[in-house]
C-alpha cells in the first residue's frame, strides 16, 4: 500500500506561482508512474501532468504546458508540480496520483493510488 500526501498549495494572485510537492510511503516509489490531476468544483477531475518512473517521459494537458513542470526525486519519494503564470482558472483541488508501471497516462482510471488534495486558489 502506498500513501501520498500532497501540501504546497495556497492562495496565490494571478500570474504567480506555486510549487507543490508529494510525499510518497513505501521503498517502491522509483517503480511508480505518478500524476497531477485537479478537480474545480461542480467539474470532473481532470489531467494536469505525469511523469514516468525516471523522469524521462513526461506528458502536461494542453491547458497547463509551458507553465506547468512536473518533476520527481526518487531518493525523496517525492513528485514536485511547479506552476508558473497562474491563472484564475487554474483554482481547483490538486490530487497527486500513482500506479506501479512504466506507461505515463493522463486517464484517472489507470492510477492506483491517490492523495488527499492540496487546494490551489488563484485570484483574479
Known amino acids: 500500500q502506498v500513501q501520498l500526501v500532497e501540501s504546497g498549495g495556497g492562495l496565490v494572485q494571478s500570474g504567480g506561482s506555486l510549487r507543490l510537492s508529494c510525499v510518497a510511503s513505501?521503498?517502491?516509489?522509483?517503480?511508480?508512474?505518478m500524476g497531477w490531476f485537479r478537480q474545480a468544483p461542480g467539474k470532473e477531475r481532470e489531467f494536469v501532468a505525469a511523469?514516468?518512473?525516471?523522469?524521462?517521459?513526461?506528458d502536461y494537458a494542453d491547458s497547463v504546458k509551458g507553465r506547468f513542470t512536473i518533476s520527481r526525486d526518487n531518493a525523496k519519494n517525492t513528485v514536485y508540480l511547479q506552476m508558473n503564470s497562474l491563472k484564475p482558472e487554474d483554482t481547483a483541488v490538486y490530487y497527486c496520483?500513482?500506479?506501479?508501471?512504466?506507461?505515463?497516462?493522463?486517464?484517472?482510471?489507470?492510477?492506483?493510488?491517490w492523495g488527499q488534495g492540496t487546494q490551489v486558489t488563484v485570484s483574479s
Open positions: 496520483a500513482g500506479r506501479r508501471g512504466v506507461r505515463v497516462s493522463v486517464d484517472v482510471a489507470y492510477y492506483d493510488y
Open positions: 513505501g521503498r517502491t516509489f522509483s517503480s511508480y508512474v
Open positions: 511523469i514516468s518512473w525516471n523522469g524521462g517521459s513526461t
